[in-house]
């Protein structure tokens, strides 16, 4: 039963803040935990969930490249420039924050509850995008490492 109200609290604050992609995807959530003998598959979004979504966003980031509209010209124009230089370190920092975060999480899932929250506040009250869980335990991770508050340590 908890489980429902917490769900159906996330949904009405989605419903307020307006946000379409929280508002489907809680309410996917939802509907597969009405549905019996869901559980396994419930099981397997919570562990591949991330995994997906990430492969689907690399696939939305190549079609200008698919497109021909992105080529090898505008790679070394972005190169000669600061900001091409600024972009890649970013890439780089997020990547690396990012398999921080995955193995934050792996050791102390708990986390996951205050990361989920934040997220929905910040997309919900700042206008924000749930794209950044994983980047957010990750700067979690270098935190906790700085004041040597990591879990299981």
Do not use: D, R
């Not at 039963?1 to 803040?17: K, N, P, Q, R, T």
């Not at 997020?94 to 975060?101: E, N, T, W």
């Not at 102390?108 to 335990?137: D, N, Q």
């Amino acid at each position: 039963m908890e489980s429902w109200l917490f769900l159906l609290g996330i949904l009405a604050i989605a419903i307020v803040g307006k946000n379409k992609s929280l508002i489907i995807g809680v309410s996917a959530v939802m509907v597969l935990k009405l549905i019996p003998q869901t559980q396994n598959f419930l099981k397997l979004l919570q562990t591949q969930g991330i995994n997906w979504g990430v492969t689907v966003i690399s696939a939305a980031i190549m079609v200008p490249i698919a497109t021909g509209e992105i080529g090898f010209k505008e790679l070394l124009n972005v190169i000669k420039s600061p900001a091409g230089w600024i972009a890649i370190g970013c890439g780089v920092l997020v990547a690396v924050l990012s398999a921080k975060g995955v193995g934050l999480l792996a050791m102390s899932p708990e986390m996951t509850v205050a990361l989920v929250f934040g997220t929905i506040i910040g997309v919900v009250f700042l206008k924000g995008i749930a794209a950044g869980p994983v980047i957010a335990s990750g700067l979690t991770y270098v935190i906790l490492t700085v004041f040597n508050l990591v879990p299981g340590h």
